[in-house]
């Protein structure tokens, strides 16, 4: 191993700043990591063929924004747990386990996704059509019936907030 050095872009505002140096402090063997106004240097110790800094947190500090990944690839990837089934469980309940289980492995919630429908919004006591974007900051996906099951939701953690660096994801049943 051997340290090296790379020097990302400065990201348009101070919450993408705070986001990307919280997550390049998580990265395993930093050495040093400085924040000038040209940019951010990283020098980290790694393998010859190893990158100096992951390809997404270089596209975020490039401000490029990460979609989320397509389910049945993302499930073919990535450890998949249970909540089991609680028919007292209040809604809110279920949703702050999902999050403390994703959080206690290290790992940040990055995407909930949903089948399509109203059963989330049912779930939720929503109206009908509600069809929230967003859980807690969280975007929600809608997603056919083949790829999950109906009745179930899906909270998919993390290494950054992008799905595409996703190790775990935990599921839990709306009572459906």
Known sequence: MEIK?????????????????????RVPRMQ???????????????????????????????????????????????????????????????????????CSRGLFPSDFYAPDGDGLDAYLGQAAGTLPTDLFGIPVHYVMEDQLPEGRLLLVGADTRASVDARYAITADMGR
């Open 32 to 102: 040093a990591l400085r924040v000038t106004p040209g940019g951010i240097e990283v020098s980290r110790q790694v393998e010859p063929d190893e990158p100096i800094v992951p390809l997404t947190l270089v596209e975020m500090s490039e401000g490029i924004v990460q979609e989320y990944v397509d389910l049945d690839m993302l499930l073919k990837t990535i450890v998949v747990e249970a909540l089991p089934f609680d028919p007292d469980r209040h809604p809110l309940t279920t949703l702050i386990t999902m999050f403390t289980r994703v």
């Open 5 to 25: 050095t790379q020097k990302l872009s400065m990201p348009t505002n101070a919450r993408r700043l705070a986001d990307l140096v919280l997550l390049l402090l």
